[in-house]
């Protein structure tokens, strides 16, 4: 059975920083792009970032681009998000995500595996 658990979600002030975990189990986690979204209320779920197996390469949604790292621990079936420069906008459930391939990082539809998710909330 498959599970990505995420932790680390909180609130924090605008301006501040915040690292969040995904753990993995159940699937060969090298294998696997691994990706986080957000979920912000009444409004749909966004990519937020990407690595793929090996961590060769990264991809960031615009609006977090140079405030926010994706890294990857393979040894320990991991993914984080790095978060700083926090902003009210960055509010929301972030939840981290799998997929086969290391193409098209951005659709959703494309993760088989999706955690529950932590929330962020920013205040300003």
């Known amino acids: 059975q498959v599970q990505l658990v995420e932790s680390g979600g909180s609130l924090v002030q605008a301006g501040g920083s915040l690292r969040l975990s995904c753990a993995a189990s159940?699937?060969?986690?090298?294998?696997?792009?691994m990706g986080w979204f957000r979920q912000a209320p009444g409004k749909e779920r966004e990519f937020v970032a990407a690595i793929t197996n090996s961590g060769g390469s990264t991809y960031y949604a615009d609006s977090v681009k140079g405030r926010f790292t994706i890294s990857r621990d393979n040894a320990k079936n991991t993914v984080y998000l790095q978060m700083n420069s926090l902003r009210p906008e960055d509010t929301a459930v972030y939840s981290c995500?799998?997929?086969?391939?290391?193409?098209?990082?951005?659709?959703?539809?494309?993760?088989?595996?999706w955690g529950q998710g932590t929330q962020v909330t920013v205040s300003a």
């Open positions: 995500a799998a997929k086969w391939g290391q193409t098209r990082v951005v659709l959703t539809g494309l993760y088989a595996y």
């Open positions: 159940g699937l060969p986690f090298t294998t696997y792009t």
